[in-house]
């Protein structure tokens, strides 16, 4: 089975501070995908990075980072100066390759940045 | 443009009315999905459908009736709903189902039943 745990419910931070998210999951399978989503109160979820199991290159992109360690099956995401838009909640989730594209999504980090 | 339309946006219903959600796309996309989010949970998968054929529904009850017309739209068709129904509905769509492809969300419905 498939899991993905995201420990930390809440992280409050002040603006400029730099955030990291945790991420990490749980999987039999050699091939998987893993992504992270981020829902700001508007309600839609918006996607942020794929990664795939073969490539454990970290990615930047902006104030965003990423970083993927198969060793500890970890997928961590930080924020870099961090700002009021960033406050949202920012889930983490995993495919696996079965041909269904059935994510297993985690409880999510609700990230409150205060000004 | 990565763009999922849905509506309405909120609709509040009582538990014998007939209502529909809508969500459309116009990226091609050959996979479309609905969600159910309760407060403070991840979205929970309903259906999926893949070139416009049901190809999961998670056991969702009855009164919850999807429907593809065509590659762009999806429908939701909401009847005899109980409040414990009431939560934000996400509508998605992906390239195709291959694990690879990232879903692009809808704003979703709030929905509340009374």
């Known amino acids: 089975a498939q899991k993905v745990t995201q420990a930390q419910t809440e992280i409050s931070v002040v603006e400029k501070e730099d955030v990291t998210l945790d991420c990490v999951y749980e999987t039999r399978d050699t091939t998987y995908y893993l992504f992270w989503y981020k829902q700001p109160p508007s309600g839609e979820l918006v996607f942020l990075i794929r990664?795939?199991?073969?490539?454990?290159q970290n990615e930047i992109s902006g104030r965003y980072s990423w970083n993927f360690q198969k060793s500890t099956s970890s997928f961590n995401f930080t924020i870099t100066a961090s700002q009021v838009v960033d406050s949202a909640v920012y889930f983490c989730a995993l495919s696996v390759a079965y041909g269904n594209n059935r994510l297993a999504f985690g409880k999510g980090n609700q990230v409150v940045v205060i000004p | 443009d990565t763009e999922v339309t849905q509506t309405p946006k909120h609709l509040v219903m009582g538990m014998t009315n007939k209502k529909s959600l809508k969500c459309e796309q116009h990226m091609g996309h050959r996979a479309m999905y609905w969600y159910k989010q309760k407060a403070k949970k991840p979205p929970e998968l309903m259906f999926v459908y893949s070139y416009e054929k049901l190809s999961i529904n998670e056991s969702v009850p009855s009164r919850f009736s999807p429907e593809c017309p065509n590659s762009s739209l999806l429908n939701l068709h909401l009847h005899a709903l109980q409040p414990e129904d009431s939560a934000l509905y996400l509508c998605?769509?992906?390239?195709?189902?291959?694990?690879?492809?990232?879903?692009?969300f809808g704003p979703g419905t709030r929905l509340t039943v009374t």
């Open positions: 998605a769509s992906s390239q195709g189902l291959a694990d690879s492809y990232e879903q692009y």
């Open positions: 990664r795939n199991s073969f490539d454990e």
